[in-house]
């Protein structure tokens, strides 16, 4: 079964700074993906990444596929960036689902 | 807009008393799922459709049943709910297991209570 790390687990920092949050997985992957939820619940799919890098609007999402790791980044953070934000993988093999990380906790303070 | 609709949004059941939660997308994915997330944790799979195929998790209880009359339509019952099973249960929609098609949509999800 593959493990989803994701670092940190919380991070608060100040609007405009510049925030990366890290997903490592420990078995191959056929897509990873970004997600983010609100407080409330709902989540939006944010990127999915097989390969490479993917940029949509102030947010950019690179995949390392040998070093089985992923990064999401926000430039210029702003206090609506503050959600948590989960990296979820698929595997496929069997496992039909996605397998969750745990979420960053982000925090932008005005 | 297209997109995958819960209802209730909150929904306060008694311990043991059957409740059906509801799911219905507008997308025409292939796909359907639903997820149980408790507080502070990752959502959790429960099982999943692939059009008419059902598919279960292994450690789904047999409490948690499914149901799909149709592409658009996807229920969860849980048949005796106990305390354990108040969480947020979310439905999601995509075209292909991999989520390579146009990626998951998900519902705002109906929070589940049980007194």
């Known amino acids: 079964k593959n493990e989803v790390e994701q670092s940190p687990q919380n991070l608060t920092a100040q609007e405009g700074e510049f925030i990366t949050i890290n997903c490592s997985y420990s078995?191959?992957?056929?897509?990873l993906h970004w997600l983010q939820q609100h407080p409330g619940g709902g989540i939006v799919s944010l990127f999915m990444?097989?390969?490479g890098k993917k940029k949509h609007g102030r947010l950019i999402a690179t995949i390392n596929i040998q070093e089985k790791h992923s990064s999401l980044h926000i430039t210029a953070s702003h206090p609506r960036d503050s959600a948590v934000y989960i990296c979820?993988?698929?595997?496929?093999?069997?496992?039909?689902?996605?397998?969750f990380g745990k979420g960053t906790h982000l925090i932008i303070q005005p | 807009d297209a997109m995958v609709i819960q209802n209730p949004r909150y929904q306060v059941t008694q311990f043991g008393k059957p409740v059906t939660l509801s799911c219905s997308q507008t997308?025409?994915?292939?796909?359907m799922y639903w997820y149980q997330q408790k507080s502070s944790q990752a959502p959790k799979l429960l099982f999943h459709?692939?059009?008419?195929?059902?598919?279960n998790e292994a450690d789904t209880p047999d409490n948690f049943q499914s149901r799909r009359p149709n592409t658009s339509f996807c229920f969860l019952d849980i048949r005796s709910p106990g305390l354990g099973d108040a969480a947020m249960y979310l439905c999601?929609?995509?075209?292909?297991?991999?989520?390579?098609?146009?990626?998951?949509?998900f519902g705002s999800g109906t929070r589940l209570t049980v007194v």
């Open positions: 999601a929609t995509s075209r292909d297991l991999a989520g390579v098609e146009g990626g998951y949509t």
């Open positions: 078995v191959g992957i056929s897509a």
């Open positions: 990444l097989s390969s």
């Open positions: 979820a993988v698929y595997s496929g093999g069997g496992a039909d689902g996605l397998t």
């Open positions: 997308l025409n994915h292939n796909v």
């Open positions: 459709y692939y059009d008419k195929d059902f598919n």
